[in-house]
């Protein structure tokens, strides 16, 4: 196994790790602030692993999902910020 397997392999590891506390938090987030920003680290995080698949293959045809995927993320995550209702007004509390 040469030096370079052993970086890839410890990426995916670290990526998979990652992965698994993000869905975690996705899952059981206390508000939705909470689960736009792992959803938001899932397209990050999506991305990481291609761009380490196309180092590992050599193969830059993946480049441009990378792009895109990138440009997807941060579009969706501006628009639903900027339309996101606060968790209070879903429960029915008022402030005082």
């Known amino acids: 196994m040469t030096l370079m397997n ?3 392999l410890v990426c995916a590891i670290m ?12 899952v059981a987030g206390p508000n939705s602030l909470d689960r736009l ?7 990050a995080l999506s991305l990481c692993g291609l761009a380490v698949w196309a180092a590992y293959s050599r193969d830059t045809t993946v480049v441009s999902a990378v792009v895109a995927l990138a440009l997807l993320g941060f579009i969706g ?3 639903v910020t900027r339309y996101r209702v606060p968790d209070d007004r879903l429960t029915g509390e008022a402030d005082s």
Do not use: E, K, N
């Open 6 to 8: 052993v970086v890839y």
């Open 15 to 26: 990526l998979v790790t990652a992965s698994l506390v993000t869905t975690y938090r996705l």
């Open 37 to 43: 920003v792992a959803v938001d680290m899932l397209v």
């Open 77 to 79: 995550s501006i628009a």
